[in-house]
């Protein structure tokens, strides 16, 4: 993917979280504050705001920078630690004016590793977390077996919806939602459902 590509898959992005802002809020209504949409979308829509001086940038600085502009304009719980995905995804894509599937894998491994860092939290705790890493997989295992980027981006939004799906039957341990203990099963997870969008937004550019 080249600079071109990853801008389109910025705007996506932006489009995407816009277009979802009352879908994520309802399910963060349920299980927490009611925010997540809001969340996502401001900050996507001060990214847009930045987007020429990020066209400008090598692919690792336009991606860290969209994670900075992430932290320091969305409250809440997901700009830290989307933020940090982006920012950890940059830097290991630091230098680099195209992004090939393979530094893609390895700059989705650090961004999780960055999630997984900074909220302290592991698989099964009913956060987005539960669909970045089955998604991780499920890539990784349909690129070493076929070497086909899209397939391996098709086995991953698969595995991420299932991921969605799986966070339905858990109680969550991390994040607002924890409050509600038991009173959180039955219900998905805001952070887990922005994932598979911003994924989305990826595979529609590839
Ligand atoms: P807040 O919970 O502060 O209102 P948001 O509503 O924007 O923030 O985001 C909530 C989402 O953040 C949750 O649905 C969950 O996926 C994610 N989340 C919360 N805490 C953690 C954590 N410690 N680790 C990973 N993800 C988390
Ligand atoms: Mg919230």
């Known amino acids: 993917m080249n600079k071109e590509k990853i801008i389109l898959v910025i705007d996506q992005m932006a489009v995407a979280m816009e ?21 996502m979308a401001r900050g996507f ?3 847009i705001k930045k ?5 400008k940038m090598d692919a690792g600085d336009m991606i860290k920078n969209l994670g900075m502009i992430l932290v320091s304009t969305v409250g809440g719980a997901s700009g830290p630690l989307y ?28 961004a999780i590793e ?18 970045m890493l089955p998604a991780k997989r499920a ?12 397939k391996s981006m098709e086995a991953g939004l698969t595995a991420a919806r299932e991921g969605i ?21 039955g219900h998905q997870d805001p952070g887990a459902t922005s994932f598979v969008f911003l994924l989305e937004a990826i595979a529609s550019q590839m």
């Open 19 to 39: 277009k979802q802002k009352e879908f994520l809020t309802e399910f963060d209504n349920v299980i927490g504050d009611g925010d997540h949409g809001i969340n």
């Open 51 to 55: 987007r020429d001086s990020l066209a």
């Open 114 to 131: 960055g999630v997984m860092a900074r909220g302290k939290a592991a698989e099964g705790e009913k956060t987005m977390l539960d669909a």
């Open 45 to 47: 829509s001060e990214v």
């Open 83 to 110: 933020g940090t995905a982006f920012m950890k995804a940059g830097m290991f894509l630091r230098g680099k004016e195209e992004v090939t599937y393979p530094d893609f894998l390895q700059a989705f491994a650090c």
């Open 139 to 150: 890539m990784e295992q349909e690129w070493t077996l076929s070497g086909d980027g899209k």
């Open 165 to 185: 799906e799986y966070t339905k039957t858990i109680i969550a341990t991390k994040g607002r939602a924890s409050y509600l203990g038991e009173r959180s099963i």
